[in-house]
Antibody, heavy 119, light 106 residues
Framework: QVQLQESGPGLVKPSETLSLTCTVS????????WSWIRQPAGKGLEWIGR???????NYNPSLKSRVTMSVDTSKNQFSLKLSSVTAADTAVYYC?????????????WGQGTLVTVSS | DIQMTQSPSSLSASVGDRVTITCRAS??????LNWYQQKPGKAPKLLIY???SLQSGVPSRFSGSGSGTDFTLTISSLQPEDFATYYC????????FGPGTKVDIK
């Protein structure tokens, strides 16, 4: 059974960079697309972007200038960096696995991690 | 960008009721439409993909239909564990989700 687990600081200061890692267990990270999705408290879901195990990535145009994703196949991990954060970036951040071929359909999700942007 | 809307935004229903949730896209997305269920404090769970295909392990009381711009999620007989928020998601272009429909107990 594939499991995903997000990790990283729960508190980030405004203007700094949010950094999260997703560790995949129970299966290989290879040959899949992996995504980050976020959800502000009481609100809907926002797709941040995705990365393939080759390193090829696609980002939400509204966040593209601030997002960087990377993958480390040796550790079965992928990561998110979001720069110049503001309070509007406060949300639960989920990592998720695409079912295949970059379809954008997510069958496995992490439990989510709350990131608060505050001084 | 493709905008997704859902109706209603919330509904109250009883166990055993037939529930229908509608999702509309701002332009045609063919059948590139998924449905997810989310319970409080939990990650979304994939229910339906490609508009009408039931994800493995999901009860058959869930069904999806539609193509183009108009889609429907139907729960044929609401069960206690189905009280949750439901999101549609388009995967046609630059992935986006609908605003959600909260199903609670009448």
């Amino acid at each position: 059974q594939v499991q995903l687990q997000e990790s990283g600081p729960g508190l980030v200061k405004p203007s700094e960079t949010l950094s999260l890692t997703c560790t995949v267990s129970g299966g290989s990270i290879s040959s899949y697309y992996w995504s980050w999705i976020r959800q502000p408290a009481g609100k809907g879901l926002e797709w941040i972007g995705r990365i393939y195990t080759s390193g090829r990535s696609n980002y939400n145009p509204s966040l593209k200038s601030r997002v960087t994703m990377s993958v480390d196949t040796s550790k079965n991990q992928f990561s998110l960096k979001l720069s110049s954060v503001t309070a509007a970036d406060t949300a639960v951040y989920y990592c998720a696995r695409d079912v295949g071929y970059g379809s954008g359909t997510y069958d496995y999700w992490g439990q989510g991690t709350l990131v608060t942007v505050s001084s | 960008d493709i905008q997704m809307t859902q109706s209603p935004s919330s509904l109250s229903a009883s166990v055993g009721d037939r529930v229908t949730i509608t999702c509309r896209a701002s332009q045609s997305i063919s059948s590139y439409l998924n449905w997810y269920q989310q319970k409080p404090g939990k990650a979304p769970k994939l229910l339906i993909y490609a508009a009408s295909s039931l994800q493995s392990g999901v009860p058959s009381r869930f069904s999806g239909s539609g193509s183009g711009t108009d889609f429907t999620l139907t729960i044929s007989s609401l069960q206690p564990e189905d009280f949750a928020t439901y999101y549609c998601q388009q995967t046609y272009s630059a992935l986006s989700f609908g605003p959600g429909t909260k199903v609670d107990i009448k």
